[in-house]
């Protein structure tokens, strides 16, 4: 079993910036691939990175390549997602996902344990 807690989210005027953090918990959580996801309402979840239990590959979404880093510090468990040039289209619940399989995934169902989440609201 793995928890996951995610925090730094908030309220940023568009063009700022804010750092994630998701505090993992339990059972070797520093060997499973990490996503981040988010989510508005009436909207599926999406994938908006994610990285390998070693960091050594990352992935993003189109729509935030270049302006979000996806990083991970296993000494402390801890999974980050750094949002620059924040646009008002990034306004969503962030969550963060651990996935115990043998690759990583941008699939939410691929996923076994999920955070709670942090609103991240971006106002014009």
């Known amino acids: 079993q793995v928890q996951l807690v995610e925090s730094g989210g908030g309220l940023v005027q568009a063009g700022g910036s804010l750092r994630l953090s998701c505090a993992t918990s339990?059972?070797?959580?520093?060997?499973?691939?990490m996503g981040w996801f988010r989510q508005t309402p009436g909207k599926e979840r999406e994938s908006v990175a994610t990285?390998?239990?070693?960091?050594?590959?990352?992935y993003y979404a189109d729509s935030v390549k270049g302006r979000f880093t996806v990083s991970r510090d296993n000494a402390k468990n801890t999974v980050y997602l750094e949002m620059n040039s924040l646009k008002v289209d990034d306004t969503a619940v962030y969550y963060c996902?651990?996935?115990?399989?043998?690759?990583?995934?941008?699939?939410?169902?691929?996923?076994?344990?999920w955070g709670q989440g942090t609103q991240v609201t971006v106002s014009s």
């Open positions: 339990g059972r070797t959580p520093s060997t499973y691939h």
């Open positions: 990285i390998t239990w070693n960091g050594g590959s990352t």
């Open positions: 996902a651990a996935r115990k399989g043998w690759t990583p995934s941008r699939e939410v169902h691929d996923y076994d344990w």
